[in-house]
């Protein structure tokens, strides 16, 4: 459907794309690859006709519709969202358009525009057209938007939120040819996994660069890798190019070594013999043999982040507590009665709908926000520090890298600022760099460098993976999970979020709810589980494992997560009800009805059952943290339909 041979794409004076050859079918779906500045957003927008190639051949198949996805959102007409994303499909509005004229026509006696409507309505069935309004629905609310803001103006939205409405314009047109430049940068995990099943559903081919690892994995039956600018097929996803660029760059530098070898032979014999007569004729051949050699030039590894934190100082029992807190904007209420517990050693991933309250909540643990009822209690030994998912935006673009690092170290000298920044992948000249001509990942990257080289224990971290490559995400990552201290943090990168949660809580309806284990652990108990509307009258919201354990792996006394509490009402709840209490349904109908008393013998069975079930749970968290049942998928799928059976029978109780 499209192809390009011997392509050179050359911007501002500098060659881009060199000699490129590569061909598109229908069943592509090509993950495009290859470090910042290599050329991928290039290569899209000339595959667009945004960009001309210089030299070379560009053909497209008559049929071909291209979608192509920018980085940023443009300017948008004066629509309503749901007028904008119905009008992406523009064959089927134009069709639905002509046959409004013509039954405007009909109406005024033309008697031609009967069959100029039948044609139009037989077109608009076929292409789909009566279900559009369908898709519409469909797409919106996959990618997140709230019903309530469909009719609101394009406008209006953030660019973030612009750029999601341009992504659900182009899958209501359906081209057959889709290019997307980092499709899940403004996506939280709901509309990623959506998005993923949409495109894996799609019969469309596909193209897209992306720094999601797993979404990457999903979706794409072949890599190519931009690179010197040059592109390299490798025939699989992002994992088997990884794998396979391995075993590659070890045959390339093996056949390197090999051939500097034989050139230092050759040169030997040259040096040796070059003064002796009858050996002339040798030499010079072997001169000439050494100048038709093509170097074989051995790859160089990419440069990647290079982290080391500081000790964390020893934290106290309690670190963060909120507790009975309440906060809302305006009239909208986010939290109402809400009780939040970090834990020393704590890495707790917030997942949840963006607007759902993930970022309020980590900035009333930070205290940029005050609860506006309700206690926010932090640990008396508790040191924080926290990224802001808009953090770079606060930084002084007048200030080089240097002067803004000494912001956080004013008493550390300047060599051992650069060796921070050097870390971060800052060196030389490079520090003396003003922010404003940074990039957002050098500006993430910087954010980072001031934040993780001071001793603290306590991190918050909004988003700190946006704009880094997969390798810097990866060392984060790793560097993270050995932090001793505790890590409250929101990502909507899986394969993050799976190497250093200890715990997952969802945020929805302004309530919490806990899942122990990382986030593929977390999609396991949830299979076949829709998680209930709250009822009404926002009942209190609660996060387990609050209180630190005691050694047996019991809960504490006292603890109030949600498990205990359904605990403490099991036992109770029988011993409550008193012999003069009155049934409320016959005190209604004028009746006073007196309950029997409740028989001590059920309720410490009841008691029994309650604890037994509580222990069967914290047995069961700790399987699943056990890293020989975290590869053994069954296994998972079993403990985790038990635990969901058990806490459900637990909070019946």
Not at 56 to 84: C, D, H, M, N, V
Not at 614 to 634: F, H, K, Q
């Amino acid at each position: 459907m499209l192809a390009l041979d011997g392509v050179t794409l050359r911007l501002s004076g500098r060659i881009i794309l060199n000699d490129v050859s590569l061909t598109l079918i229908r069943d592509s779906r090509v993950a495009l690859v290859g470090a910042n500045g290599a050329g991928k957003t290039s290569l899209l927008r000339m595959l667009a006709g945004v960009h001309t190639p210089e030299l070379g051949k560009f053909t497209a198949a008559r049929e071909l519709r291209i979608g192509y996805l920018p980085q940023e959102a443009g300017s948008f007409p004066e629509y309503t969202l749901w007028e904008f994303v119905r009008r992406g499909a523009s064959e089927r509005v134009a069709l639905e358009e002509e046959m409004r004229r013509q039954e405007d026509a009909m109406h005024h006696g033309d008697e031609s525009a009967i069959e100029a409507y039948g044609r139009a309505a037989e077109r608009f069935e076929a292409e789909g057209g009566y279900s559009l309004d369908v898709e519409v629905a469909e797409v919106l609310t996959g990618l997140q938007f709230p019903e309530e803001g469909w009719q609101r103006p394009v406008a209006e939205l953030s660019g973030g939120w612009r750029l999601r409405a341009h992504l659900a314009s182009l899958l209501v047109r359906k081209p057959n040819l889709l290019l997307l430049d980092e499709p899940t940068n403004h996506l939280d995990l709901q509309a990623i996994v959506w998005l993923e099943a949409w495109l894996k559903s799609s019969d469309a081919a596909f193209m897209l660069v992306s720094h999601d690892h797993r979404f990457l994995d999903a979706l794409s039956n072949e890599t190519l890798e931009v690179s010197g600018g040059h592109v390299e097929r490798y025939a699989g996803n992002y994992s088997f190019y990884l794998q396979e660029r391995g075993a590659r760059k070890a045959q390339i530098i093996a056949a390197a070594a090999q051939q500097d070898r034989e050139i230092r032979h050759i040169q030997e014999f040259v040096d040796r013999f070059r003064y002796n007569a009858s050996k002339a004729s040798q030499v010079q051949s072997r001169i000439k043999m050494l100048d038709k050699i093509e170097r074989i030039e051995a790859p160089h590894d990419q440069a990647t982040v290079r982290l080391r934190l500081p000790e964390a100082p020893r934290a106290s029992r309690e670190v963060a507590t909120l507790l009975e807190a309440e906060f809302g904007y305006g009239e909208k209420s986010v939290f109402h009665n809400l009780d939040f517990y970090a834990k020393p050693g704590d890495r707790a991933a917030l997942v949840g709908r963006n607007g759902a309250g993930k970022s309020t909540l980590l900035k009333l643990l930070s205290g940029e926000l005050s609860p506006q009822g309700g206690v926010r209690r932090i640990g008396h030994n508790t040191r924080m520090a926290y990224f802001a998912q808009h953090v770079a935006e606060t930084m002084d673009p007048n200030k080089n890298l240097l002067e803004e690092m000494a912001l956080v170290h004013p008493h550390s000298p300047p060599q051992q600022l650069r060796t921070w920044l050097g870390g971060f992948l800052f060196t030389g000249d490079d520090v003396e760099k003003k922010i404003r001509v940074l990039s957002g990942g050098e500006k993430t990257r910087l954010a980072l460098a001031k934040l993780l080289t001071s001793p603290v224990n306590f991190l918050l971290l909004d988003e700190p993976t946006n704009h880094l490559d997969m390798a810097s995400k990866e060392i984060l990552c790793e560097t993270l999970a050995g932090f001793g201290g505790t890590i409250v943090f929101v990502s909507h990168d899986r394969k993050f979020i799976d190497g250093l949660a200890t715990r997952l809580i969802e945020i929805e309806h302004g309530r919490l709810s806990e899942y122990p284990g990382n986030y593929s652990e977390y999609l396991a108990r949830k299979e076949g589980r829709a998680l209930a509307a709250p009822p009404p009258g926002k009942p209190k919201t609660a996060v387990a494992d609050a209180a630190p354990k005691p050694t047996n792996g019991a809960h504490a006394d006292g603890c109030r997560c949600a498990r205990c509490e359904a605990a403490r009402r099991a036992v109770s709840r029988a011993a409550e009800t008193s012999p003069e209490s009155p049934d409320p349904m016959a005190a209604h109908a004028g009746k006073i009805i007196r309950r029997a008393q409740p028989n001590p013998i059920a309720v410490k069975a009841s008691a029994r059952a309650a604890e037994q079930t509580m222990s069967r749970l914290i047995e069961i968290e700790g399987l699943l943290s056990d890293p020989s049942v975290s590869t053994d998928a069954p296994k998972i799928r079993e403990l985790s339909e038990e635990y969901r059976r058990l806490e459900g029978d637990l909070n019946r109780t």
